[in-house]
């Protein structure tokens, strides 16, 4: 039976392993010998029966708890619309959104007045050999004091606020998930690009002067540990992967990778000079995947396997407007001007399937204000918001871009991610 044949409040994506953006850590405290003996023993008895995995206020399920976080530009609605029940949740407004990022549970919503944090309540966590899956109430948190321009990255300990002046900032990630923004810690120094949080260190890239930016690996405090005899020029663009942290610069990428609190740097050139237009400047991908995509100019796309260190231009036969890949062996997906989507064969560069058109006013897309649509990707489906046409497609990549669903909404959805991956 087809996913779409499948009642909404029944239906589930089954998902396999993804890696790991959340971690929750069990803390057990215990007190010396005396009155409150038994109290204690209560609390280990009480620890010691909970399930593996087991966290507080959420319910474990064995699938993946797919959500999507949308919000309109227009009005400054905002809402989370639940991929296995159908259902839309409605959230406080945040107007004068200019972007929405994601970082697999909270919702970062950027604006002039800081950026609104939403739990979306859905979220994974990784343990190497088996991963949980989370779901929650969604909830506000607060509002980071950033600007506009900030870039935000996080894994299980840190959220770091690298602003548009170069400063970044250490948030403790387990007051998120509390609901409480908390104070913040300074990394001192400048980045020329956003901090990333790895290995349980933070990636930066320094710069003294005009000349390249230097990697500079440092600890949990704040602590330069390391400095790999590493540079990149311009860089713009990150993408987290299994095979290490992949950053952007003007001669391809460069690959961060650690193996025992040792961390080593490898250049992945393009094969020829690529034109400033034409270089990769902001990935996307499918998390867990080691395929990233870019657009290459007008009229191609780029794609990184990191396993392989291989870039490969694939051109399309119209303007692009958005791609993104579920990756090892499936296809590009390209939405292109003509409001339709394109299905590229990454290995050949041949098209090998397209939709009708399905979203209005791409031609008005990244201009004057108008964000262009996204394409998120799971293990199972790929998700494309029509902001003029009010609704989301649910798509089967593996069945010739089949349309699974189209979730109608009453609101514009120009800014979607989906977390629970």
Known sequence: M?????????????????????VATALLTTGCAGPDDNTAARQATASSSAPHGYVEGAQEKAEQQSRLVLNDRRTGDTQVLDLISGKVHRTARTEGTTQLTTDGRFGYLHTARGTHVLDSGAWMVDHGDHVHYYRAQIREVGRLPADPGAR??????????????????????????????????????THAHAVVPYAEHLLGLTRDGKGPAKLTVYDRSGKRVASPDATCEDPRGDAVTRRGVVLGCADGALLVRAADDTFTAERIPYD?????????????HRPGSDTLTAPAGDRAVWVLDVTERAWTRVRTNGPVVAANTAGEGSVLIVLQADGALHGYDIATGKQVSRTKPLVTGTSEAGTDGNAAPVIEVDRSRAYLNDPKGKRVYEIDYNDNLRIARTFALDIEPALMVETGR
Request: proline share 8%; net charge positive.
């Open 152 to 189: 935000i990255r996080s894994d299980a300990a840190v959220t770091v606020v690298t602003d548009a002046d170069c400063r970044a900032r250490l948030h403790r990630r387990t007051e998120l998930e509390k609901g409480q923004i908390g104070s913040p810690r300074a990394l001192s120094g």
């Open 2 to 22: 087809r996913p779409e044949a499948i009642p909404l409040l029944l239906r589930k994506n089954v998902t396999p392993w993804v890696p790991a953006v959340l």
């Open 272 to 284: 020829d000079d690529v034109p400033g237009e034409e270089r990769a400047t902001a990935f996307r």
